[in-house]
């Protein structure tokens, strides 16, 4: 293991989305605070409560999984295709570091980025609509979870994407729908019979009602299968995006 050049990458990455902190971080923090106020605040006149917990609140573990998920995926997909379009990648390829370690840097400044809006939101949750987290550990443990799993995913359509339309293409026709069909506005019992069933094979859906489960100690799925079902996206895609990395398809011309 090349410490000095792993260390020196990660950092590169971390820093990376720190130094525009105005593009990176501001913008899903206010946005999840627009949503907050106008669906959550406005909507709960409709809808007084969720499962028994007010709609302000049952939303916001939903908002929290959105901006980190989002985040997490764009910061490792962007900087690995940015790399690749301005011809940078083989200078990082010719270095003494594996494609192991490469991925990893890749993927922990994906995961940083992805638990850092992800916390912030949920401070945000605490302070503007006095939620109270029931297992706060488990919270945070779970954001880096899935951060870390689609940060390998982003790492994957990043190796994958030709031009950022394509990468746009990808975020935008599967992400997007499959993170607001999760259940981040609404809770799957209110749905119709079929809809629940298409909604358990959406794996956004489990990592939204883990976080849920963790923040509000309720959910609509068993918390070990959101558990197992992060896990499981974790070990497969970051295995997936390692072993792009060390075939050299997509990247190396």
Do not use: C
Not at 78 to 83: E, F, G, R
Not at 189 to 197: I, R, T
Not at 227 to 247: D, K, P, Q, R, Y
């Amino acid at each position: 293991m090349n410490w000095v050049g792993f260390w020196t990458l990660t950092s590169r990455e971390v820093g990376r989305f720190f130094s525009v902190y105005r593009q990176t971080i501001i913008p899903g923090l206010s946005s999840s605070m627009l949503y907050i106020v106008i669906f959550g605040f406005t909507l709960e006149k409709r809808i007084s409560s969720i499962d028994g917990i007010p709609y302000t609140i049952f939303i916001i573990p939903g908002l929290i999984m959105m901006n980190a998920l989002t985040n997490a995926t764009s910061n490792s997909a962007s900087s690995m295709l940015q790399m690749k379009l301005l011809g940078q990648l083989p200078d990082i390829l010719q270095a003494p570091l594996s494609s192991f370690e490469i991925s990893l840097a890749y993927i922990i400044g994906g995961t940083v980025r992805g638990a850092v809006n992800g916390i912030l939101i949920l401070i945000v949750g605490v302070w503007l609509g006095n939620m109270t987290i029931a297992h706060p550990l488990s919270t945070i443990g779970f954001i880096l979870i899935v951060s870390w799993a689609f940060s390998s995913i982003g790492l994957l359509l990043g190796q994958l994407a030709e031009s950022w339309d394509q990468l746009a293409t990808m975020q935008n026709f599967i992400l997007t729908p499959l993170s607001f069909l999760g259940g981040i506005f609404y809770s799957i019992k209110m749905l119709p019979d079929w809809a629940q069933v298409a909604s358990q094979y959406n794996p956004i859906y489990y990592m939204i009602n883990g976080l849920r489960y963790t923040i509000l100690n309720t959910s609509d799925s068993s918390p070990h299968t959101s558990l197992g079902v992060a896990i499981m996206l974790t070990i497969i895609f970051s295995i997936a995006a390692i072993m792009l990395m060390e075939s050299g398809k997509k990247i190396k011309h």
